[in-house]
């Protein structure tokens, strides 16, 4: 059974102490490698390797730092195929979703920051006959960055990349639950002459390795996406040590669908697809998927039917077939979690309109983790269904008659993440993107993304902006230099 390995100072090292935990494949449910459960030692380890690399990679011209990155970014992409099967098996997403989205965007995040490397630029103050500042944005030295298992590769490249094109050197730490793409892109730095040093990967869970890393005092910037809680109680504890940190969180997303967004039947067919694919992408795994569908009144009948049949027809199956589009999800813990919120939806009053139940396949999928995607109708906002996140292919639907009312609703929650308008009316969508509490907003569209854009949440979402100029900022500090004439 194949060992996942460290990334340390350039080489791939087994753990120091020997210990290693499961890995599964949630199509099957069964374990199929083994990846090091590390801890402070092999920490201690990444943090020297990042002191010898930190001087040369901070002082090479941003030039030359891109050009590696590009080289890094052409490895995933001749990989592509590799880690968009590795993906699938390890996360149990469709492998045609893997290798559209995975895959594509883990080299076009490396891509995008070796080009931001060139073009990141400082700004100057002028004074007059007195005297200029200018901005010196300097790399802070070692960073951490902690992502989760939605989106393994994606996730993980989005931070890494930008850290190492602003002058960083980065000890990273990918989730527990789907180390096998960070595995391979170890390979992939060796392969691309990625100074020793310079991006250090640390496999294990949470508490052995990654609460180490957040509280180790050389680390000096977290960068982390995962569940609010851990969030939290890693606010709690690096708050007080007065480090950088941007916290990428949880979501409770809704989508608001106006009538008017389906004038003509070809906008209502379209509309009900996009819809659909908002909610159940990813089995429902994506922080940025819909979980909670308002639809104005007059259209709700009419709409609901044509969503039902949608998601009814997808094709639920082994990740590993070309047409599956709904795979499995991503351990049995996980199902286990998703599946009591059907339940939960139950005793709350609602009622399962589509789906709501455990798949059982043929073949060597017997045991795996499948779950169709489900519809939950006849909920309030105050109940636990609507507030908490489930994270899997569930979602509630319900009707409303004005503006306001829905408003209401979608802010109703503790979280802010992401939002979605659906109407042909520029003025109502104007108004609406203005008054809902959400980091993004898409209007009549969903997951367009422009990796110029701001990205993050607010309220129990996060804290902090990815993307664009903002990683360059937040992985950068800024440092006045006044010169009196
Ligand atoms: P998680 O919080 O359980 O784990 C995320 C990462 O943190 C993992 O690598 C884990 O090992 C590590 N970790 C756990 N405890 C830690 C600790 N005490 N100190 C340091 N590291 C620790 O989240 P998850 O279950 O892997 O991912 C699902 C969550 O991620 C969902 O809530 C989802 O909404 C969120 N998410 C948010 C975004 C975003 O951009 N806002 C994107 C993707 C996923």
């Known amino acids: 059974m194949e060992k996942i ?40 380890q990444a943090v020297n390797a990042c002191k010898q690399a930190q001087k040369e990679w901070a002082n090479l011209a941003s030039e030359q730092r891109s050009i590696l990155l590009m080289k890094l970014a052409d490895a995933i992409e001749n990989a592509s195929e590799e880690l968009a099967k590795a993906e699938a098996i390890d996360n149990g997403k469709p492998i045609a979703l893997a290798r559209a989205v995975d895959s594509y965007r883990s080299a076009a995040n490396i891509r995008f920051f070796a080009n931001a490397a060139t073009q990141f630029s400082s700004e100057a103050h002028d004074m007059g006959a007195v005297g200029v500042n200018y901005t010196l944005r300097q790399p802070i030295g070692i960073v951490g960055c902690i992502s989760p298992w939605n989106l393994p590769l994606y996730l993980f490249t989005w931070k890494i990349a930008p850290a190492l094109a602003s002058g960083n050197v980065v000890i990273a730490k990918p989730s527990e639950i789907t180390p096998m793409t960070a595995y391979i892109f170890s390979r992939l730095c060796i392969e691309a002459g990625i100074p020793k040093g310079v991006i250090n990967i640390l496999h294990g869970s949470g508490q052995s390795i990654g609460s180490p890393l957040v509280e180790h005092p ?75 569908l308002y639809i104005e009144r007059k259209l709700y009948p009419r709409f609901k ?44 009053g609602g009622t399962i309109i589509a789906g709501g139940n455990k798949v059982k396949l043929s073949g060597r999928c017997e045991q795996g983790y499948f779950l169709q995607p489900t519809i939950i109708e006849g909920l309030t906002i105050d109940c636990r269904v609507n507030q908490e996140e489930i994270f899997g292919p569930v979602c509630t639907i319900q009707p409303f008659d004005s503006d306001e009312e829905v408003l209401g609703y979608a802010n109703g929650t503790e979280y802010g993440l992401a939002a979605s308008v659906w109407s042909s009316n520029v003025s109502r969508c104007h108004q609406m993107s203005s008054q809902l509490e959400f980091g993004i907003v898409w209007i009549n569209s969903w997951l367009l993304r422009d990796l110029r854009t701001p990205f993050g949440g607010v309220k129990s979402s996060g804290v902090g902006r990815e993307g664009g100029l903002e990683a360059m900022r937040f992985f950068t500090e800024a440092k006045n230099v006044c010169i009196k004439y």
Do not use: W
């Open 305 to 348: 039917v044509a969503l039902v049949k949608s998601i009814n027809a997808l094709k639920i199956g082994d990740p590993l077939n070309e047409e599956t589009q709904h795979g499995a999800l991503v351990s049995q813990a996980h199902f286990n979690k998703v599946y009591s919120y059907i339940e939960l939806a139950e005793q709350e």
């Open 5 to 44: 390995q460290n990334y340390i100072n350039g080489e791939l090292v087994a753990p120091i102490d020997g210990q290693y935990i499961d890995n599964y494949e949630p199509a099957t449910g069964k374990v199929y490698s083994r990846i090091p459960e590390s801890n402070h030692q092999d920490l201690q």
């Open 218 to 292: 050389d680390v000096k910037a977290i960068s982390f996406t995962g569940g609010s809680a851990t969030g939290r109680a890693i606010a709690s504890k690096i708050a007080p040590m007065l480090k950088k940190y941007s916290l990428e969180l949880g979501g409770k997303n809704p989508a608001l669908i106006f009538e008017d967004s389906c004038n003509t039947e070809q906008d209502f067919d379209k509309t009900v697809s996009e819809v659909a694919r908002l909610a159940f992408s990813n089995q429902g795994q994506i922080c940025l998927c819909g979980s909670r």
